[in-house]
């Protein structure tokens, strides 16, 4: 996607895969005229709170504990400056950069319902640091849900911290400075809107959708070389028998497999040869279904999210006739849930993915040379990588435990149930890593055993898979260094258009 490519909030919901655009591949992000109008509504609404001293919690107040505390005059605009220094108290690594940007996409959606009462000038400043390409260095760890991830973004705009920009970490300032932008003076409640919402867990889910949708498709693919290099029977995927457990994704999933197998003479040639393979290989329209409608699930969770108001309190009405609703809209539990339900889902596909490539190299039940090396004894050939693989599956069982079930008390007893929903976000992100690699192994190995079944023709889409591998990564003759080869694998997987380009079938 081209720097000029435009994403415009309007009326219209957006979409999950509008967030990708910005935070990965650098589209430009836009607000429409009627929602500018939006923001300034609710701006005034703030102004008027402001003027007439009506109590309103996080306008006129202290934050949390603090809501009963009374505030006016210049401490409104220093309560949301300190807000956001205080705030920015996270650990870690920083976040990779889409994903900072995601966040940021994602809060400026929040904000474009006109429901939060933040100024334009701070809305305008953040669509700035995305299309202008600076971007806060976040701490990964230290949220509930929310709070801390918004806060060093925000800081941002004041002219504090660190940001990634043009290839290096400089100051914020300087990155400000050299793009002609002033830091931002704050007012009522900007600094509450700044740390308040859902933005960080939706931002960050969004990305693992991308990433969960492409990993499913390829799943299929190197899942079905693996069943043809252990000469699976294809009954199991027999479209009348698949159509009577109606699960939609099960169904896509005997699409592909049938498609992909289409034409194999490994196949043809070996029915019959066994009664019915281990359920690693017949089970594969079952799981990878499964996780498909546990996808489809998430992705309209984590868009309706996306699309909602997560600010509190809210802003309703007009100047002339208003409402301030306090509420509970920040609770991230929907993310939450749908975050932790999406790792599990994709440990599994790792799980049955690992099953499938130990039998590979496993002279016992594959019927091919141990460790699919032709001299096995002087050469290790393939062994080590199925530990690799199993590692990282043991490591997606740990990531795969919920993390909404885990609970603390905050700010004084105020807020004393918690989402986790960023925790959640982030620690599927790593799980979808493992996973990507997880795969890039068994594409190793399945490519690696066609080298001894190549006398016979292989499906239309397996020998495609087969042969693109091919390209970048040699057959395996003799023990090499492996690292690299699963490397390459890997980032096969990780090209959003290799894919579509290689297998414009698959779905």
Same mark, same amino acid.
């Not at 995305?130 to 260095?137: A, D, E, F, K």
């Not at 109606?246 to 049938?258: A, S």
């Given at each position: 996607m081209s720097q000029a490519e435009k994403i415009v909030i309007a009326d219209a919901p957006l979409r999950w895969q509008d967030v990708v655009a910005v935070a990965r591949h650098g589209a430009q992000l836009e607000l429409s005229p009627q929602i500018w109008a939006r923001i300034e509504n609710a701006q005034a609404i703030v102004q008027r709170i402001v003027a007439s001293g009506e109590r309103a919690y996080g306008v006129n107040t202290g934050l949390g504990a603090l809501c009963n505390v009374s505030l006016k005059g210049e401490q409104l605009s220093q309560l949301s400056r300190n807000t956001l220094l205080s705030h920015a108290c996270g650990v870690g690594a920083p976040l990779a950069d889409e994903q900072t &940007? !995601? *966040?940021?996409?994602?809060? *400026?959606?929040?904000y474009s319902h006109g429901k939060s009462g933040i100024h334009r000038r701070v809305v305008e400043a953040l669509l700035a640091l995305l299309n202008r390409g600076i971007t806060p260095q976040v701490p990964s760890q230290g949220s509930v849900g929310y709070l801390t991830h918004m806060a060093h973004i925000g800081i941002t705009l004041l002219g504090v911290g660190n940001v990634s920009y043009r290839g290096q970490i400089v100051t914020a300032q300087q990155a400000l400075s050299e793009e002609g932008l002033q830091p931002v003076h704050l007012g009522a409640k900007d600094g509450l809107c700044l740390v308040n919402g859902t933005p960080c867990m939706t931002g960050l889910s969004c990305l693992a959708i991308a990433d969960a949708t492409r990993l499913? %498709?390829?799943?299929?693919?190197?899942?079905? =070389?693996? #069943?043809? !290099?252990?000469?699976?029977? *294809? +009954?199991? #995927?027999? +479209?009348? /028998? /698949? !159509?009577?457990?109606?699960?939609?994704? =099960?169904? %896509?999933?005997? /699409?592909?497999?049938? +498609?992909?197998?289409?034409?194999?003479?490994? /196949? +043809?040639?070996?029915?019959?040869? &066994?009664?019915?393979?281990?359920?690693?290989? &017949?089970?594969?329209?079952?799981?990878?279904? !499964?996780? &498909?409608?546990?996808?489809?699930?998430?992705?309209? %969770? *984590?868009?309706?999210?996306?699309?909602?108001?997560?600010?509190?309190? =809210?802003?309703?009405?007009?100047?002339?006739?208003?409402?301030?609703m306090s509420q509970a809209n920040p609770h991230g539990q929907s993310v939450a849930l749908a975050a932790d339900l999406l790792a599990i889902a994709m440990a599994e596909i790792g799980s049955i993915a690992e099953r499938r490539l130990d039998r590979l190299i496993n002279p016992h039940v594959s019927g091919l040379p141990a460790f699919l090396v032709a001299n096995p004894g002087v050469n290790s050939g393939m062994m080590i990588v199925q530990y690799v693989a199993a590692s990282l599956c043991a490591e997606n069982r740990q990531l795969a435990q919920p993390a909404v079930l885990d609970n603390y008390v905050t700010s004084g007893l105020q807020e004393d149930h918690l989402s986790m929903g960023t925790n959640a976000a982030l620690k599927l992100h790593r799980a979808l890593e493992n996973c990507t690699q997880i795969l890039a192994i068994e594409y190793l190995l399945a490519s690696q055993a066609f080298e001894f079944l190549k006398e016979q023709r292989f499906g239309a889409g397996t020998d495609t898979a087969w042969r693109l591998l091919r390209e970048r990564v040699p057959a395996y003759d003799q023990d090499r260094w492996l690292a690299p080869d699963i490397a390459a694998a890997a980032s096969v997987l990780k090209d959003p258009i290799l894919l579509h380009k290689a297998l414009p079938n698959l779905n």
């Amino acid at each position: 996607m081209s720097q000029a490519e435009k994403i415009v909030i309007a009326d219209a919901p957006l979409r999950w895969q509008d967030v990708v655009a910005v935070a990965r591949h650098g589209a430009q992000l836009e607000l429409s005229p009627q929602i500018w109008a939006r923001i300034e509504n609710a701006q005034a609404i703030v102004q008027r709170i402001v003027a007439s001293g009506e109590r309103a919690y996080g306008v006129n107040t202290g934050l949390g504990a603090l809501c009963n505390v009374s505030l006016k005059g210049e401490q409104l605009s220093q309560l949301s400056r300190n807000t956001l220094l205080s705030h920015a108290c996270g650990v870690g690594a920083p976040l990779a950069d889409e994903q900072t &940007r !995601a *966040i940021i996409c994602a809060a *400026i959606r929040n904000y474009s319902h006109g429901k939060s009462g933040i100024h334009r000038r701070v809305v305008e400043a953040l669509l700035a640091l995305l299309n202008r390409g600076i971007t806060p260095q976040v701490p990964s760890q230290g949220s509930v849900g929310y709070l801390t991830h918004m806060a060093h973004i925000g800081i941002t705009l004041l002219g504090v911290g660190n940001v990634s920009y043009r290839g290096q970490i400089v100051t914020a300032q300087q990155a400000l400075s050299e793009e002609g932008l002033q830091p931002v003076h704050l007012g009522a409640k900007d600094g509450l809107c700044l740390v308040n919402g859902t933005p960080c867990m939706t931002g960050l889910s969004c990305l693992a959708i991308a990433d969960a949708t492409r990993l499913v %498709q390829w799943a299929d693919a190197i899942g079905a =070389m693996s #069943f043809e !290099a252990q000469r699976g029977q *294809i +009954a199991a #995927f027999d +479209a009348e /028998i /698949i !159509a009577l457990k109606p699960h939609p994704g =099960m169904q %896509q999933v005997g /699409i592909n497999l049938r +498609a992909l197998l289409d034409g194999s003479e490994v /196949i +043809a040639s070996s029915k019959g040869i &066994r009664t019915q393979d281990a359920l690693s290989i &017949r089970s594969i329209p079952q799981v990878h279904g !499964a996780a &498909r409608d546990q996808l489809e699930h998430a992705k309209k %969770q *984590i868009e309706t999210e996306l699309n909602s108001v997560t600010d509190n309190p =809210m802003l309703l009405g007009t100047p002339d006739n208003f409402r301030v609703m306090s509420q509970a809209n920040p609770h991230g539990q929907s993310v939450a849930l749908a975050a932790d339900l999406l790792a599990i889902a994709m440990a599994e596909i790792g799980s049955i993915a690992e099953r499938r490539l130990d039998r590979l190299i496993n002279p016992h039940v594959s019927g091919l040379p141990a460790f699919l090396v032709a001299n096995p004894g002087v050469n290790s050939g393939m062994m080590i990588v199925q530990y690799v693989a199993a590692s990282l599956c043991a490591e997606n069982r740990q990531l795969a435990q919920p993390a909404v079930l885990d609970n603390y008390v905050t700010s004084g007893l105020q807020e004393d149930h918690l989402s986790m929903g960023t925790n959640a976000a982030l620690k599927l992100h790593r799980a979808l890593e493992n996973c990507t690699q997880i795969l890039a192994i068994e594409y190793l190995l399945a490519s690696q055993a066609f080298e001894f079944l190549k006398e016979q023709r292989f499906g239309a889409g397996t020998d495609t898979a087969w042969r693109l591998l091919r390209e970048r990564v040699p057959a395996y003759d003799q023990d090499r260094w492996l690292a690299p080869d699963i490397a390459a694998a890997a980032s096969v997987l990780k090209d959003p258009i290799l894919l579509h380009k290689a297998l414009p079938n698959l779905n």
